[in-house]
């Protein structure tokens, strides 16, 4: 896959405040896909986004693939503690087979 | 819980030593995926084995193989260990080798000391 830079690095934000991640790329992606991480935890796949412009919605969660297919973000409205974790992008693509290629990761901490 | 199952769950080993760990897939994967994560980085992708053989390969020296089974069930050794090697070991598995969906373990948490 392509590699994907993942910002910010960190994010402290007080339960109820939103939460923002981005995933940039210099090359256009094929799909985009995003996990969460609990700590100590494993990934868990969270949704794949593939058309240019896609916006997708998990209750609190707007995923969104940008228009030129180099970005994406991961949106948390209100925030609660059971968000905690860290978010990944991650790019399945560039290969014949499904290597999936991860950005760095946002880790979210939300005090109560 | 996404079904797929990984042995041991910890592990410490010295440097020098070889390590098997073990991942069953999910139920009708025949794909399975191996990743790397060290701590405070994302996955770093090994290798994938599809019909019990390796199908790709990322930036990992040959001290680190595989097998996988008819059973689609799947081993990663890793000979010679580094203290580098210290990680958490996660296997993946998919319904096709194609399939961009992964679904992983929860992992083996291996440290070399």
């Known amino acids: 896959g392509q590699q994907v830079m993942q910002i910010p690095q960190y994010q402290h934000v007080q339960e109820g405040e939103d939460f923002t991640t981005y995933c940039n790329s210099s090359?256009?992606?094929?799909?985009i896909q995003w996990y969460k991480q609990r700590p100590g935890g494993h990934p868990v796949f969270l949704i794949q986004l593939v058309k240019s412009g896609e916006v997708k919605k998990q209750k609190r969660l707007t995923f969104q693939f940008g228009e030129a297919k180099k970005n994406s973000s991961l949106h948390i409205t209100a925030t609660q503690t059971t968000d905690v974790g860290t978010y990944f992008c991650?790019?399945?693509?560039?290969?014949?087979?499904?290597?999936?290629?991860f950005g760095q990761g946002t880790i979210l901490t939300v005090h109560p | 819980e996404t079904g797929v199952t990984q042995s041991p769950t910890h592990l410490i080993k010295t440097r020098g030593q070889q390590v098997t760990l073990r991942c069953s897939s999910q139920?009708?994967?025949?794909?399975v995926s191996w990743y790397q994560q060290a701590l405070g980085q994302g996955p770093q992708f090994i290798f994938q084995?599809?019909?019990?053989?390796?199908?790709g390969r990322g930036n990992f020296p040959p001290r680190f193989s595989g097998l996988q089974f008819p059973n689609y069930s799947s081993e990663l050794n890793v000979n010679a260990l580094e203290l580098d090697d210290s990680a958490l070991y996660l296997c993946?598995?998919?319904?096709?080798?194609?399939?961009?969906?992964?679904?992983f373990g929860p992992g083996t948490r291996l440290l070399v000391l």
């Open positions: 993946a598995s998919s319904l096709k080798a194609t399939q961009e969906t992964q679904y």
């Open positions: 139920s009708g994967h025949n794909t």
């Open positions: 084995y599809y019909r019990e053989e390796e199908n």
């Open positions: 090359t256009t992606l094929s799909n």
């Open positions: 991650a790019n399945a693509g560039g290969t014949s087979y499904g290597k999936l290629t």
